[in-house]
């Protein structure tokens, strides 16, 4: 199928999704209420710099710093890798298949059409976030919104890509879950999730310097809560969009390879 | 009476070791799930190993007492995910499809059934996780537990466990009147997720939900407590008679629930 027909599937795809997130709403807004761990560990910073603040962290810091983190996993979220063990192991995927358009791309559109749904959590939070920074604190400086964008939409590319490989190792093994709990865990540490990175003890912070998990979430919200200078941004993202470039190479090849060895039951 | 009490132990023994067969089927499954269970428990650990790097004490908690805090809470998530939580997430199934009939017609208590219906043993790697923080917290301590405090601890920890079925019980009940949650289950695991920490960090509004509400401070921070000889006995009583309350509540809910159900097929 050539570009031009793809491009213009592409606003039926997204309305089609979007109707599909809709529907099952009430789900849905129970997921993102499930994501509680950046309030748990808020909890927990807060009680440390009540008494004395970490670093250059108060407790105004990392309220801020949580409530920026809360936002961002909602806007980079992705959960591709279950769907496609299920797919795989139901032979389904074997219709996505038939259609015209690459399913790594169907895909991608029923992640990104579910935003305006993470909107509505997401959007409060963000208002609890601008009233807790205080108006003053706000970056006024376009540049960096500009590469927050750029931060948010890399950290989901990054997002997707893991999830998407790890859900075509559904090609080579039972089910591939069990993979994708492994990378969530080391997630959770090395990301900035728990505990800000500046804030890790050297030898964790030199290990999650080479990890893709820090360009996930970390990044993001260090650009917008402006702990970097513009140097070290730059270099950061740079670090992010070549993890972008590596997990979209590993994921095509693990596609590739692994959509030979698939047989859709009763097809 | 003894002899109904006894059938139903034989029953538990039965339903166990169903699970256990099923589960001796996957037995690669069972070694990944034990590590990966390890590797979770420590996304709760490494945060308090950097917190305290920082500080001696936070919210009045030392290092050591704070991971016997952690201990529990790894303890008590094994039994809410192998032992709670499978079975009642079935229950849900069975209500959809109609098939919670077949249930309700065997000669024994459905809520018994129900409750029993599928455990999930390789969480206990979680019970080797928590006895292995608790003998390291107790390390760096410097000294052990008293033996009445462990008594204590061993009351709690019956009270906390009866107090994670009944609001589980309670949870299950709302799956009669609306039908679709099955991600309640996560919902409830990550509000227990606030459990890992000492009650005193939180503050206010929070802090009263936690106590009072659904009483996340009375199932870790409690025993905690009770194993440093802390925990007053005003308190160890609040815990018996708030989780009898909870459990004679989520009783009278079920059957509330279950005198109101129709079966999906007829």
Redesign the interface.
């Given at each position: 199928m050539s570009l031009a027909a793809t491009a213009r599937a592409l606003p039926s795809l997204f309305k089609v999704s979007f109707a599909e997130a809709v529907a099952y709403r009430a789900e849905f807004l129970i997921w993102m209420l499930s994501t509680t761990m950046p309030l748990i560990m808020l909890a927990l910073w807060s009680a440390v710099a009540r008494e004395a603040p970490v670093g250059r962290f108060g407790q105004k810091e990392f309220v801020s710093y949580f409530l920026a983190t809360f936002i961002v996993r909602q806007l980079t979220s992705s959960w591709v890798a279950w769907q496609m063990n299920y797919e795989v192991r139901h032979g389904t995927l074997a219709l996505r298949l038939l259609r015209p358009i690459h399913p790594m791309l169907t895909f991608a559109v029923e992640n990104i059409a579910a935003q305006p749904m993470r909107l509505v959590v997401a959007l409060p939070m963000a208002v609890l976030w601008l009233w807790s920074v205080g108006a003053d604190q706000i970056p006024r400086n376009p540049a960096r919104w500009a590469a927050f964008g750029l931060a948010i939409l890399g950290g989901w590319l990054i997002t997707f890509l893991a999830n998407f490989a790890i859900g075509s190792l559904a090609f080579y093994m039972e089910s591939s879950i069990k993979v994708m709990d492994v990378w969530l865990a080391l997630y959770f540490v090395f990301s900035g999730y728990l505990i800000p990175v500046e804030l890790f003890p050297p030898a964790l912070r030199a290990i999650a310097g080479w990890l893709p998990f820090r360009y996930q979430i970390g990044l993001p919200v260090e650009l917008i809560t402006s702990a970097h200078d513009r140097g070290t941004a730059l270099a950061l993202l740079g670090g992010q969009w070549i993890w972008v470039a590596v997990m979209l190479t590993a994921t095509i090849l693990l596609w590739r390879r692994g959509l030979e060895r698939f047989a859709a039951y009763g097809g | 009476m003894m002899n109904g009490t006894l059938r139903y132990w034989r029953l538990l023994g039965a339903q166990v070791r169903a699970s256990t067969l099923t589960l001796l089927q996957y037995r690669f499954?069972f070694f990944?799930?034990g590590l990966?269970e390890i590797?979770?428990a420590?996304?709760a650990l490494?945060?308090l190993f950097?917190?305290f790097?920082?500080?001696e004490s936070?919210?009045g908690w030392s290092f050591g007492e704070a991971l016997l805090v952690t201990g529990w809470f790894i303890l008590l998530q094994g039994i809410l995910e192998g032992a709670i939580n499978p079975s009642l997430t079935s229950v849900v199934d069975h209500i959809r499809t109609g098939t919670l009939d077949f249930v309700l017609l065997k000669p024994a208590d459905a809520q018994f059934l129900v409750s029993t219906a599928k455990f999930q043993p390789w969480r206990a790697t979680n019970i080797l996780t928590a006895a292995v923080v608790f003998g390291y917290a107790f390390h760096l301590l410097e000294r052990p537990p008293s033996p009445w405090g462990l008594l204590a601890a061993a009351f709690l920890l019956f009270t906390s466990t009866l107090l994670l079925y009944s609001l589980w019980i309670l949870i299950v009940s709302a799956a009669f009147y609306v039908v679709?949650i099955?991600?309640?289950s996560?919902?409830f695991?990550?509000?227990f997720?606030?459990a890992?920490?000492p009650s005193?960090?939180?503050?206010g509004v929070?802090s009263f939900v936690f106590t009072f509400v659904i009483p996340l401070a009375l199932m870790t921070t409690y025993p905690a407590m009770a194993m440093l000889g802390k925990l007053h006995s005003s308190s160890l009583a609040l815990a018996a008679v708030g989780s009898m309350l909870f459990a004679v509540l989520a009783r009278i809910v079920w059957l509330g629930s279950i005198g109101k159900y129709t079966s999906a097929s007829s």
């Open positions: - | 499954d990944a799930d990966l590797l979770w420590m996304t490494i945060p950097v917190v790097r920082t500080r936070i919210a679709k099955d991600n309640l996560v919902l695991t990550s509000i997720d606030a890992r920490w005193t960090v939180f503050r929070v």
